[in-house]
């Protein structure tokens, strides 16, 4: 379960660089990115990390 | 302008997951512990990505993202030229449009969603842009709407009291006539290569 959160947090952080990135000056290629890459990763992130909880639930309970 | 308070909001919650990212085993032990990372790993940065995303969205409309393109840039100097007939130069100069916002006030639609329409048309820009190459001439993708126009001058004094206007306004209202069929100029490039440009005193 830790190995699996560590991996959703990464994809959470790495998508809010992005994000933050493309806040810093918008263009149509850092929209884009904050579009394409950077809120997909987010969601991947919290996918990994529900995930991550509804395995632990149904093993009946935290590692 | 850089929008200070999304960037400080994004730059904590990329520290906020990188405290969690480390303190993930001793949080994940217990129930509380659970939430603090459910909301810093998921509510969180969702929230986040929405206010930006939004934020980006809006800043799409502005006059400085269309002409961030180098190919827009003849079209952003075309506001600027001396010439009284050119409806981009008059619009733009005489402020009859925001300038924070002109090219999109005068080339969205106004029907229902018309900001959806052009949102759509800009990432087809966007594509042109980056993968299929812009074409040699950049021309509308479809024929510049009466009701663009109208949507402002509808119902303006100086577009009621010209002759002209009420004798074919039937035409003008059901598009069959075109508005650029006499305002013939939208964007004077003539003027643009010429460096012909009107200064402000």
């Known amino acids: 379960m830790i190995r699996t959160i560590r991996r959703a947090a990464i994809c959470t952080g790495l998508g809010l ?3 933050l990135a493309a806040a810093l000056d918008w263009t149509p290629l850092t929209f884009i990115a904050s579009a394409v890459i950077g809120l997909p990763l987010i969601l991947v992130g919290a996918l990994l990390f529900l995930r991550a909880v509804w395995k632990s ?3 009946g309970g935290p590692p | 302008m850089l929008p200070t308070q999304l960037v400080v909001a994004l730059l904590v ?3 906020l997951v990188v405290l969690l990212t480390m303190g993930a085993r001793p949080l994940a032990a217990h129930a509380v512990g659970r939430i603090v990372l459910l909301v810093g790993l998921v509510a969180l940065p969702l929230l986040l990505s929405v206010g930006n995303l939004s934020y980006g969205v809006s800043q799409s409309s502005s006059t400085r ?3 961030s393109c180098h190919e827009m840039e003849r079209f952003g100097r075309s506001l600027f030229v001396d010439n009284r007939q050119a409806l981009a130069a008059v619009h733009y100069q005489n402020r009859l449009v925001p300038r924070e916002n002109t ?3 005068c080339h969205k639609d106004y029907a229902l969603f018309g900001d959806v329409k052009a949102k759509l048309n800009g990432l087809r ?3 042109a842009h980056y993968v299929s190459g812009v074409p040699a001439q950049i021309k509308l993708y479809e024929a510049y709407p009466n009701s663009n126009c109208l949507h402002c001058h509808d119902d303006s004094r100086r577009f009621v009291e010209k002759d002209v206007h009420r004798s074919i306004s039937s035409q003008l209202y059901a598009g069959s006539v075109s508005c650029l069929s006499c305002h013939r100029i939208a964007h004077d490039m003539t ?3 010429a ?3 009107w200064q402000a005193q």
């Open chain 2, 125 to 127: 820009h966007v594509w």
């Open chain 1, 17 to 19: 660089v992005i994000q």
């Open chain 2, 13 to 15: 919650g990329v520290v």
């Open chain 2, 65 to 67: 993202f269309c002409l």
């Open chain 2, 191 to 193: 003027k643009v290569d």
């Open chain 2, 195 to 197: 460096h012909q440009f």
């Open chain 2, 103 to 105: 090219c999109y006030t």
């Open chain 1, 57 to 59: 639930l149904k093993s």
